[in-house]
């Protein structure tokens, strides 16, 4: 907390340091109206009067000075990380033994939310018995087998999405044509962008596969919008969506109502904190073991 | 001591009226002295009621260790011979097992179907006590089983007794099974989960999540009322609760709030889709009553239907210790096993 800190005399001005506020008071040599001016200068009011703002105290970063950004990136995929659930440990453990065999068979890459990737699929129905798809994906969710990924294209004006299990058999290849990172983790405001940010070309080249230690390009790009009404409230926070430019299509006075769904405490919350690094690297260590066997 | 401070208790209570005592119910004043209230050392203590704390660590230590290597002796010499085996025949019942739910998983057929499976596994499953035709209803025999090891302090003698006279740690769910003359078994038999095959049906009984008192919307699927429109505290009420002067009065078994949940009931015709026998664990179809971690008592399925994929089964029960060495995994012959290579439709 921002104080009035330096005082020169007591008989002399008292201003405030951090500059927030701008009391300047004549202080008179009674002592105790020292104490009620220093109170009175802590308040953070923007000078309009206004009730004091509660501004959150930042939260502590810790930087891990003995790891060194040059070391091996090491990725697994987020479906091994266990859920936070009164299971026993047992049952994933089982799991990821199945999960790990069908890996074996087939080459599951590594992808995120944003790549573009192209998937083979055997289907009854289609001539050749198998289909491709390329699309980008938006969405990775499910822990375990049932792990699902939505690849989304526009095909012919039409928007398509299609959800595939990643260790379904049916799968006959994973590819990924672009291998990159977008801002958000859910991309599902796509549905309300304009079509040419979600239409991939079926004949797309494959990028070059990324080097195993080598960063994650993140692509910074910001998304222009369809008018709107939009199918959900994206400007809201709980969608905490950085790849919208939201200046472009909102008023201040729609931003600042925007906020009022704004849910800070969440971030400080400890019974929603689950930290899984320790769990990661078993799983990882047991994930390239049984690989390599 | 402790004799003379209770009988101390007990005259007071005789001396107390309603007034002294604080009771939660409203008491008859003209009842006799009030020494239900007071317990004495005869009746009823807690075991570690008069150790010290070291001598009720130690045994809290003990103990699991004790039944850890019991349960993991499965070969003991000094064990006497199991009792004649019969073949199976047609219309025999044998004896079910006692499982914990793990979770559920998906799991793909050889065209591509996807179903849902839940996994139980089978922890220290043994036979505890048999009880002959005539005992038990006159009709069948019965055998008791008994499932997860569990604690043998705060249990009756008379329990604790059962399960020393099968050689056998007390378990924490005891079920019975009706089962045919020539399918019993000696108590302390252990059973494992290979006792099912892939490919046969089972039933699945367990209590159902507990969810308390529930009005008549979760409990009954009643549409209530709306939300506005002047509806003046009426919401999620039942409404009416019967037709009008012809009963003049409301039917038995009428459908209104009360208890949901923490019931016994069965999942009927369940297919075994593959069976574990290095950890004891049976995959089976579709969702099973219970929450994560419960005991469940699973039986071959009753269903005429699916009786016909019942024939033939491990009789009376699948032996460890026999000459069959079963492979790791079982799997039905429809179920995709994940060594093999992506589907290709032809």
């Not at chain 1, 008179?28 to 509660?54: E, I, M, W, Y």
């Not at chain 1, 999960?99 to 992808?111: A, G, V």
């Not at chain 2, 402790?2 to 007990?10: H, N």
């Amino acid at each position: 907390m921002a104080a009035c800190k330096s005082v020169s005399k007591m008989n002399s001005t008292i201003r405030c340091l951090n500059g927030c506020c701008k009391c300047v008071v004549a202080a008179p040599s009674h002592p105790r109206f020292f104490q009620v001016a220093l109170s009175r200068c802590v308040s953070t009011d923007g000078g309009n009067g206004d009730p004091p703002k509660f501004q959150p105290p930042p939260k502590p970063v810790m930087i891990d000075k003995s790891k060194t950004e040059a070391s091996h990136r090491r990725f697994l995929s987020p479906e091994f990380i266990p859920p936070r659930q009164r299971t026993n440990p047992f049952k994933f453990a089982i799991e990821r033994k199945d999960m790990i065999q069908r890996r074996k068979i087939i080459d599951i890459p590594e992808f995120y939310v944003g790549s573009v990737l192209a998937v083979v699929m055997a289907d009854v129905y289609a001539s050749g018995k198998s289909n491709r798809f390329v699309g980008i994906c938006t969405q990775r969710s499910g822990k375990g087998l049932g792990a699902t990924f939505v690849l989304r294209n526009i095909i012919d004006g039409q928007g398509v999405e299609i959800c595939y299990d990643l260790y379904s058999p049916r799968i006959q290849q994973i590819e990924v044509l672009k291998f990159e990172k977008r801002l958000d983790d859910n991309l599902m405001y796509l549905r309300d962008a304009l079509p040419e940010y979600s239409t991939f070309d079926f004949d797309m080249k494959a990028m070059p596969p990324p080097l195993p230690g080598a960063e994650v390009p993140i692509n910074q790009q910001k998304v222009k919008m369809k008018p709107r009404p939009w199918s959900k409230r994206w400007e809201r926070s709980r969608f905490n969506i950085k790849g919208i430019p939201f200046e472009l299509y909102f008023t201040e006075e729609e931003l600042t109502h925007a906020k009022k769904w704004d849910t800070p405490w969440v971030e400080y919350d400890m019974l929603k904190e689950y930290d899984t690094s320790n769990v990661e690297k078993h799983i990882w260590t047991e994930v390239q073991r049984e690989l390599s066997k | 001591m402790a004799v003379r401070s209770c009988r101390l208790f007990s005259w007071i209570g005789g001396c107390l009226t309603k007034r002294d005592l604080i009771c939660g119910k409203t008491v008859n004043i003209n009842r006799g002295p009030c020494w239900f209230f007071v317990r004495s050392v005869k009746s009823s203590t807690w075991w570690d009621e008069h150790l010290s704390e070291e001598n009720s660590q130690f045994l809290r230590r003990l103990i699991p260790e004790e039944y850890n290597a019991l349960a993991n002796s499965k070969l003991c010499p000094l064990k006497d011979e199991p009792w004649p085996q019969q073949p199976w025949v047609e219309g025999s019942l044998r004896v079910g097992l006692i499982a914990v739910k793990l979770g559920m998983m998906p799991v793909w057929t050889k065209s591509g179907e996807r179903h849902v499976v839940s996994l139980l596994q089978v922890e220290d499953c043994h036979v505890i006590k048999y009880i002959p035709k005539e005992e038990y209803d006159g009709k069948s025999a019965a055998l008791f089983v008994g499932g997860k090891v569990s604690s043998p302090f705060s249990r009756s003698e008379s329990l604790l007794q059962m399960y020393r006279d099968a050689g056998v740690p007390p378990k924490q769910k005891l079920s019975t099974f009706k089962v045919s003359d020539n399918a019993i078994l000696k108590p302390g038999t252990p059973l494992y989960a290979a006792h099912f095959r892939p490919g046969q049906y089972v039933d699945v009984t367990a209590k159902t999540i507990g969810k308390g008192f529930q009005g008549v919307m979760k409990r009954w699927g009643f549409k209530g009322q709306p939300a506005s429109h002047g509806q003046t505290k009426t919401h999620r009420r039942p409404g009416a609760s019967g037709p009008g002067g012809k009963p003049a009065r409301v039917w038995p078994g009428k459908k209104m709030p009360g208890q949901m949940g923490n019931i016994y009931r069965t999942s009927f015709g369940l297919k075994v889709w593959r069976i574990n026998t290095k950890h004891n664990i049976i995959y089976v179809n579709g969702s099973v009553p219970g929450h994560r971690n419960c005991l469940l008592k699973v039986r071959d399925t009753n269903l005429p239907t699916r009786m016909e994929h019942n024939k033939n089964p491990p009789f009376p029960t699948f032996f460890a210790d026999g000459e069959e060495q079963l492979p790791e995994d079982l799997y039905d012959e429809e179920m995709f096993q994940f060594s093999e290579p992506s589907i290709v439709y032809s």
